[in-house]
């Protein structure tokens, strides 16, 4: 099952909740991500899922607004014993993680199945 929240594509791979951004994810985008980011919420408050992976093929920046969210979304996550996971992620993007040091928060994996198996445990 796929949809698109505008920003991001939503697909739910079994019990595994994969959310796939459109694009950069910049500072001047903050509105359309808080749009997003509230319908990506929504979908897990009325779900039971608890394992995500944000899939970063579209993309190569994402900004503090977006880090937020992600540190949002991985808090809900871990709050219900779920998991969290990247992939596909720019070298910038990586970057990015390690000097936040989020990059311990969540699996960075190079590909979608490799996150999916992760989040899975």
């Not at 099952?1 to 459109?22: A, K």
């Amino acid at each position: 099952m796929e949809s698109t929240s505008g920003f991001f594509e939503i697909e739910v791979q079994d019990d595994v909740l994969i959310v796939t951004p459109t694009g950069n994810m910049g500072e001047f985008d903050s509105e359309h991500i808080s749009t997003g980011a509230k319908i990506v919420f929504d979908r897990l408050t009325h779900s039971n899922l608890s394992r995500l992976v944000f899939d970063f093929n579209k993309t190569e920046y994402f900004g503090s607004t977006a880090l937020g969210f992600f540190v949002r979304l991985w808090r809900t996550v871990s709050a219900r014993g779920g998991r969290m996971a990247f992939c596909n992620l720019s070298e910038t993007e990586a970057d990015i993680l390690k000097v936040t040091k989020l990059n311990h928060l969540w699996s960075i994996c190079p590909t979608k199945a490799d996150a999916v198996r992760s989040v899975r445990g």
